[in-house]
Structures are given as structure tokens and as C-alpha cells.
């Protein structure tokens, strides 16, 4: 149990469906991310927020909408996305942003699999 | 470009000792972590160095040397519960993560 926790942790859909990623963190953090990992490769910074606002958005496709409506919560809404996109999307979370030392904490992560 | 280097796959026996290594080129240094990560769970903290140096943890341990832009893990005492992925990232200048693909470590009985 890392104190952040993610839904639905397997998801399946088609390339015209709507869905959506939930993280809950309840470490009491005030900044939270969304990671892309891929097989063998390293894992891909998607966005971030830090007191419910979007600070880095790493050049990701608007088929990618992030939601953060408070510090504990933070979404990741897909829609039409491409077979490419299937991979794992963890949440993380970290007390601050922009300190030597600020250790993140992962979610489990939530498998896409678009087909 | 700023760039991560670490083994993809690693292989070991139980009982003995592995080191994974980690090198980086990046636009400055802030620290370097690493993570555990068994498959199909989180990324689980290990350890962070800033400084140069051995860090010690139980059965792991973390070396820094940052004049040669090098890391490695070292696990001992090999279990086979530590088959898992290790991940190092390096907190760069604006200190943001960057991340290594990972390496795949393997124990054998």
C-alpha cells in the first residue's frame, strides 16, 4: 500500500470510447503526476499539478485531458485514442515540486489496452 | 540530450550479490533515485543520493559518484523476491525526473 491508489487498475476500450483514469493520494501531498510506462522504455512525464494547477504538460496529445479538482484526486479523461496509446499509466504523488530530495510515491497503475 | 544508461536485464543466484549500474549525462544534478518495481506493481522507493558516497540499507546499498556521472545498486544476500525492475532517475537542473528504462533483474534458486 503506497497511500496512492488508482481506477479501474485494468481497462480495455475501443478507439472511439470515452473513459477515465481516477488517483486518489492520501499522503497529504500537494503535488501529482501522470506517468506513461511502455515496455522497455523509461517512463514518460505526462503531466503535472501542484496545488490543483497544471504545471508541465510534456507535449501530450489532446486526446489526453487531465483533471485535477483538489489536491487528493486527479483524473486522466481518454477519448478516441490510438492502439499506440496502450500501456500502463501510473499516478504519483509528492509533497512538493522543485526540492532536491522530493521522493515520489506511484499508484499501482492502471493497464490500457485500446483496441 | 540528456540521457540515462542502465543494463536491461540482469541475472543472479540467490544468496549472492549484484550490482546494477546507472550512468547519466544530464543539465545539472539535484540527486539520483532508485526504484523497485515488481511487475504489474508500484514503483516502490529505495534510495536517493545527492552526495558522493556509499549509502547503505540492510541488504541494499546506493554509491553515487557524481564527477564520473555513475550510480549502482548493490544488493546482497540475494532473495528471490528482489526479481524485480530497478529504475534510477536523476533530478536535473529544473528538477525534473529523468528516467532509465529500467533493468530487469533475475534470480535464480
Partial sequence: ETGVTQTPRHLVMGMTNKKSLKCEQHLGHNAMYWYKQSAKKPLELMFV???????????????????????????????????EDSALYLCA????????????????????TVV | GQNIDQPTEMTATEGAIVQINCTYQTSGFNGLFWYQQHAGEAPTFLSYNVLDGLEEKGRFSSFLSRSKGYSYLLLKELQMKDSASYLCAVVDSNYQLIWGAGTKLIIKP
Fill in chain 1, 49 to 83: 499539478y501542484s496545488l490543483e494547477e497544471r504545471v508541465e504538460n510534456n507535449s501530450v496529445p489532446s486526446r489526453f485531458s487531465p483533471e485535477c479538482p483538489n489536491s487528493s484526486h486527479l483524473f486522466l479523461h481518454l477519448h478516441t485514442l490510438q492502439p
Fill in chain 1, 93 to 112: 504523488s509528492s509533497q512538493v515540486l522543485g526540492v532536491s530530495g522530493n521522493t515520489i510515491y506511484f499508484g499501482e497503475g492502471s493497464w490500457l
